[in-house]
């Protein structure tokens, strides 16, 4: 019984630490809508919702690789711009000035070409079309080597950074020397989501005004050269097919309540089997 109170206790000091409000904070872009300025491919299409829908891209049932699951939104490179990027702008509603953490998921899957960009630059604007300021940059660093298979996310922490529209400017990996020494350009870019997070602090900054014109870019999106893509079309299945809302108070408390219960009950026990004892 004492083995099993010291691990309960163990869970609750690790869960709150998980827990910990010193994370991201609360999430303020789910379910948010955002415009894609250089298009997704038709084979990998964005419906308007896939990168702000708490939706995290895993491997399907019965398939072997992370691009089959329909969370992914595919950035060919035939789509970058002027620059070698892909841009995509998302509005979170109003302004806000307790910006903390902007996280970003990607796809590393080497053997079907895509894979990681070379860098994330997140910027903030308070109208769409207004001048925006860089709230950092993070370089991913990932391997391009052969049969690498694996989804990650990074986050950009920030102190009260202050904006209504984020602007993320992904940087095509494009070309690289590969581990038998020939030169290869990435094909694919897969994004599966993007969060934004708010340290709870804001409290003066009401609605703002915002231009209701969206960029070409919500157009048909233009088909991807075909020697770009040696991807199959997108399964319908998903493996990821559950909301996550990170950050959600309601599931914190649940947990907690959960914890709490099971502590008193084991507690009541142990007591229980003491009196037995005499």
């Known amino acids: 019984m004492k083995k099993l109170f010291t691990i309960a206790f163990s869970a609750l000091i690790a869960l709150s630490l998980i827990l910990s409000p010193a994370a991201e904070g609360r999430e303020v872009s789910y379910g948010k809508e955002y415009s894609l300025i250089t298009p997704a491919s038709s084979g990998y299409p964005d419906d308007g919702i896939k990168l702000t829908d708490g939706i995290f891209g895993t491997v399907p049932d019965g398939k072997s690789n992370y691009y089959s699951s329909a969370a992914y939104v595919g950035l060919n490179r035939s789509n970058v711009n002027e620059n070698g990027d892909f841009v995509i702008i998302l509005d979170l509603g109003r302004k806000y000035s307790d910006l903390s953490a902007f996280t970003i998921g990607f796809l590393n899957e080497t053997d079907v070409g895509i894979y990681a960009p070379k860098s994330v630059t997140f910027a903030l604007a308070d109208e769409r079309n207004g001048e925006y300021v860089d709230v950092g940059t993070l370089d991913t660093q990932k391997s391009t080597a052969d049969g690498l298979s694996e989804t990650f996310a990074m986050t950009l922490a920030a102190d009260d950074a202050e904006g209504r529209f984020l602007r993320v400017t992904i940087k095509h990996l494009g070309s690289f020397v590969n581990a038998d020494g020939a030169e290869t350009t990435a094909g694919w870019t897969f994004i599966d989501e993007i969060s934004v997070y708010s340290s ?13 014109e969206r960029e070409s870019s919500d157009s048909e999106p233009s088909s991807p050269e075909s020697n770009t893509s040696d991807i199959s079309d997108v399964s319908d ?29 084991m507690t009541v026990a142990l007591f229980a089997k003491k009196k037995e004892r005499f």
């Open 200 to 212: 709870g602090n804001d409290g003066t900054v009401g609605n703002t005004s915002s231009e209701d």
């Open 237 to 265: 299945e998903s493996g990821a097919d559950e909301e996550i809302k990170p950050g959600d108070n309601g599931f914190a408390i649940a947990v907690w309540v959960l914890l709490a219960v099971s502590m008193l009950a």
